[in-house]
């Protein structure tokens, strides 16, 4: 199988407009209140949005590559992909940064829970997504 670069960028859209959803509608308060800082208000507003969608479509591309590799042809698959390198990577990595750091548990749920719904939905179109000739 080659890799499905239309799927990549969608999911890279999509990933970035789930954490627009994430942060500033779902939990914009209690993610603001957990977080304190002010660093990020001398940051440009702009800047980080558009490193952000290239980082999404880095992800994208490594995931769709795992896809590829495990043959995760339909959405279930590419989903459990996604689930597990959040289950197995990415989520003991960062809980073990916050437990070293004294970070609290519910900033760890709202900043991590993020890239494992993304993941999981990466995952799930990239599974789904059959690629035409």
Do not use: D, H
């Not at 308060?29 to 940051?43: D, F, G, H, S, Y």
């Not at 597990?84 to 709202?110: D, H, N, Q, S």
Request: positive net charge; hydrophobic residues 55%; aromatic residues 16%.
């Amino acid at each position: 199988m080659k890799t499905n670069y239309a799927a990549v960028i969608v999911c890279a859209v999509v990933y970035w407009l789930l954490g627009a959803l994430w942060y500033a509608v779902l939990f914009t308060k209690p993610w603001m209140a957990l977080e304190n800082n002010a660093q990020a208000n001398n940051m440009s507003p702009v800047v980080p949005y558009i490193v952000t969608f290239f980082l999404n479509l880095l992800i994208a591309f490594v995931l769709a590559q795992i896809c590829i590799w495990r043959n995760a042809n339909n959405a279930g698959r590419g989903a459990a992909i996604g689930v597990l390198l959040w289950i197995g990577i990415v989520g003991p990595i960062t809980f073990t940064t916050y437990m070293y750091e004294a970070r609290p548990k519910e900033l760890f749920a709202i900043n991590e829970f993020y890239p494992l719904v993304g993941l999981c939905i990466m995952g799930a179109i990239l599974g789904a997504w059959k690629k035409t000739a």
